[in-house]
């Protein structure tokens, strides 16, 4: 219970102490110093792959903390590996559903990094989140230090298409000739490699392509696809998918050469159940439109927004699907995209309906793409 109640409440409790950390005049030289740090060295870490080093001594301290181990008993926590993940490439895992919190993926992978090792050895895993995440101090360091990134095109193409970025002076004072066009992405004629750290692509979302390609390294990129849209939807036993119209995952990994790992947790829908009052709509619309993310009203344990008991996460990790080789100055087709997006549906729903009775079996309904 103590790890839940750490997990839920270090961020309140992060903002509330940098504000008072700023109302106190002798923090100031502490507090200018760390601007300085964050803003010359470590500003563009978030979007350009994160730190280098995933077991760093600050990531294998909160990772491996013993207090993970009674936050993985509560939920009677579970990884399940159907298939090989041969090293020799890359991989965007492809999270369903998101869930509030995405615990199953904090329980099974982040902190529990022993055991997904022995399953899937020399696979190093990235996750993708919310750019908001990078603007509480201290709560940054925290989240690049255990293998976080900015979900933002960047960080995804950083991660996949070139090895991982330790803390460095990140300022552009125009000495460089620019070679890119007004979008972001580099010119076909600039000779810039893609890898280049220097360019800042735009977000996930973006029409625009790349033509960098890799051989894969071991890397993988942990997504929620359905993001703040499929948490609005969660109900206790029901799985209701945002994914149909989500296709920028299927174009990055054609771009990149990353094969598309579908991956389930069932139970992350039923440690809370989502208030859906006129009230707590127009809340988490208000937010989603101002910040890109929504603050639900939820119930769980004791009327209060703490996880429920007796729900089991159980994070099953599909197999691979390989995306459509794409040659050095090749466009991308729009049409391999909608191609590798409907064999990840496909894949998707066979994962399911595999595991369904075993791990879903007090479901309300089937798993939908209802977006």
């Known amino acids: 219970m103590g790890a839940i109640l750490f997990f839920l409440a270090v961020v309140p409790v992060l903002i509330v102490a940098a504000v008072l950390v700023l109302h106190a005049q002798w923090t100031l030289p502490v507090v200018f110093a760390y601007a300085v740090y964050v803003r010359l060295f470590d ?27 009674f936050y993985r008993r509560y939920f009677s926590a579970t990884l399940v590996r159907t298939a090989p993940l041969p090293p020799s490439r890359n991989y ?24 997904f090792q022995d399953l899937f050895p020399g696979i190093v895993v990235k996750s ?13 360091e925290v989240m690049l230090a255990i293998g976080f990134v900015s979900c933002e095109r960047a960080a995804i193409q950083a991660v996949l298409a070139r090895p991982t970025f330790s803390p460095s002076f990140s300022l552009d004072f125009g000495f460089r000739e620019r070679k890119t066009s007004n979008d972001g992405i580099p010119r076909r004629d600039s000779g810039v490699d893609c890898r280049d750290p220097w360019i800042l692509k735009e977000t996930l979302d973006s029409e ?9 390294s071991g890397k993988a990129l942990f997504l929620a696809i359905g993001g703040a849209e499929e948490f609005m939807l969660m109900q206790p036993g029901t799985m209701d998918l945002v994914v149909k119209k989500r296709k920028g995952f299927a174009r990055v990994a054609i771009e990149t050469g990353a094969s598309l790992v579908p991956v389930l947790t069932f139970g992350e829908t039923d440690y809370v159940t989502r208030l859906d009052t006129p009230f707590a709509r127009a809340l ?30 159980v994070t099953v990790i599909g197999a691979p699907i390989h995306p459509p080789p794409l040659a050095a100055g090749e466009s991308l087709r729009h049409e391999d995209v909608d191609l590798l ?23 309300v309904k089937d798993m939908e793409f209802v977006q």
């Open 43 to 69: 500003w563009c870490s978030p979007v350009r792959g994160g730190w280098r080093d995933t077991a760093s001594l600050l990531g294998r301290t909160i990772t491996d903390s013993p207090l993970w181990r």
């Open 92 to 115: 965007i895992f492809c999270a369903h559903p998101h869930g509030v919190y995405c615990l199953g993926h904090f329980a099974n992978i982040i902190t529990n990094r022993a055991h």
């Open 128 to 140: 993708a989140t919310l750019p908001v995440n990078f603007w509480i101090p201290i709560w940054r």
């Open 208 to 216: 625009s392509t790349s033509s960098c390609d890799t051989g894969g």
């Open 284 to 313: 988490s619309s208000t937010t989603r439109r101002l910040a890109r993310f929504a603050v639900p009203i939820i119930t769980g344990r004791w009327g209060t927004p703490f996880p429920r008991r007796g729900v089991r996460l």
């Open 341 to 363: 997006h409907a064999r990840y549906l496909e894949a998707l729903k066979e994962l399911y309906e595999q595991h369904k009775d075993t791990y879903f079996a007090h479901r």
